[in-house]
T-cell receptor
Framework: DTGVSQDPRHKITKRGQNVTFRCDPI?????LYWYRQTLGQGPEFLTY????????KSRLLSDRFSAERPKGSFSTLEIQRTEQGDSAMYLC?????????????FGSGTQLSVL | AQTVTQSQPEMSVQEAETVTLSCTYD???????LFWYKQPPSRQMILVIR??????QNATENRFSVNFQKAAKSFSLKISDSQLGDAAMYFC???????????FGKGITLSVRP
């Protein structure tokens, strides 16, 4: 068990470009979450999956954002036509839901800079 | 809507001393969970301690304990015998029992003086 892995750790892109981030959860974890964290703020919920089903999306997740979790394993978060306001750290977390005793394990995040 | 407020942006503590980090929250739910997470420079969020709202007893994990005041909607974290490795950002977080997403506060930067 190597923990939650996110790739890349850093991404610099030009405004208008598309970017894709990957998250590999802890194996056998059935839930996977995406959060966004801007400087000086706490993480904000974006979306989460239970297995391959996307169960909830925040209103923060505009139509330029799309997330997938094919086969209930790794997940990707794509941002189309990036804007400077998309610059943030994107955190992934996974958990194994056991009744109410859900403990989230976070990855180290992908830092996105949009120039 | 649930909100989590951490009004202190920074705190400093002398090594081996005790420090308390404050957090208040607002909710109309009766079933919920409260958490403190630590985010060191490596950026990885690490769960420090968790409290179920239905439990009256304050949670404790080694040097970390909470003061959960349900009526006042207050959830403070006490760190005893502070160590240099405790220096990090600390986030208070809330989760409604029937929901899965966490709502975080803005965080507090804790520095530990040797």
């Amino acid at each position: 068990d190597t923990g939650v892995s996110q790739d890349p750790r850093h991404k610099i892109t030009k405004r208008g470009q598309n970017v894709t981030f990957r998250c590999d959860p802890i194996s056998e974890h059935n839930r996977l979450y995406w959060y966004r964290q801007t400087l000086g703020q706490g993480p904000e919920f974006l979306t989460y999956f239970q297995n391959e089903a996307q169960l909830e999306k925040s209103r923060l997740l505009s139509d330029r954002f799309s997330a997938e979790r094919p086969k209930g394993s790794f997940s990707t978060l794509e941002i189309q036509r990036t804007e400077q306001g998309d610059s943030a750290m994107y955190l992934c977390a996974s958990s194994l839901l056991l009744a109410s005793a859900e403990k989230l394990f976070f990855g180290s995040g992908t830092q996105l800079s949009v120039l | 809507a649930q909100t989590v407020t951490q009004s202190q942006p920074e705190m400093s503590v002398q090594e081996a001393e005790t420090v308390t980090l404050s957090c208040t929250y607002d909710t109309s739910e009766s079933d919920y969970y409260l958490f403190w997470y630590k985010q060191p420079p490596s950026r990885q969020m690490i769960l420090v301690i968790r409290q179920e709202a239905y439990k009256q007893q304050n949670a404790t994990e080694n040097r970390f304990s909470v003061n959960f005041q349900k009526a006042a909607k207050s959830f403070s974290l006490k760190i005893s015998d502070s160590q240099l490795g405790d220096a990090a950002m600390y986030f208070c977080a809330y989760r409604a029992g029937a929901n899965s997403k966490l709502t975080f506060g803005k965080g507090i930067t804790l520095s530990v003086r040797p």
